[in-house]
């Protein structure tokens, strides 16, 4: 966030952890232990843990100065109508698109990919 402060640009494309999914952190340890040379115990990132209606507004007021924001969101935890109306807090022309496809598919459930979406929301100033 403190980065996306400070950068300048037209456009700002975000893909946080998406809330509700297994965080980078967790997956990647034993990596990150290997190529560290021990063991470290970091905390999972608020963007995989927290609710997408609490979270994203710091990331959306920490892009504010950048005038058109493409989001790139998974749908464990939220749906399309929700995260287009919380952009419209911060942007009045908002589109959205609901992309279907498979993740994981020797490791999930039937169910899971009949549900699995990606979350594509633009907004723009104007």
Not at 5 to 25: L, N
Not at 68 to 92: C, E, F, K, Q
Request: charged content about 25%; aromatic content about 8%.
């Amino acid at each position: 966030l403190e980065f996306l402060r400070g950068v300048r640009g037209d456009i700002c494309y975000m893909d946080p952890p998406y809330s509700g999914t297994t965080s980078y952190e967790r997956c990647m340890a034993p990596l990150d232990d290997l190529l560290r040379g021990d063991h470290a115990d970091v905390p999972p990132s608020p963007f995989s843990t927290e609710r997408p209606e609490l979270i994203l507004p710091r990331l959306f007021e920490a892009a504010d100065h950048i005038p058109i924001w493409v989001l790139s969101y998974g749908n464990a935890r939220t749906d399309l109508s929700t995260l287009m109306d919380l952009m419209r807090h911060y942007r009045p022309h908002v589109e959205g698109r609901e992309i279907r496809y498979v993740h994981c598919s020797g490791l999930a459930s039937a169910e899971s990919r009949a549900k699995n979406q990606e979350l594509l929301v633009i907004g723009r100033n104007r």
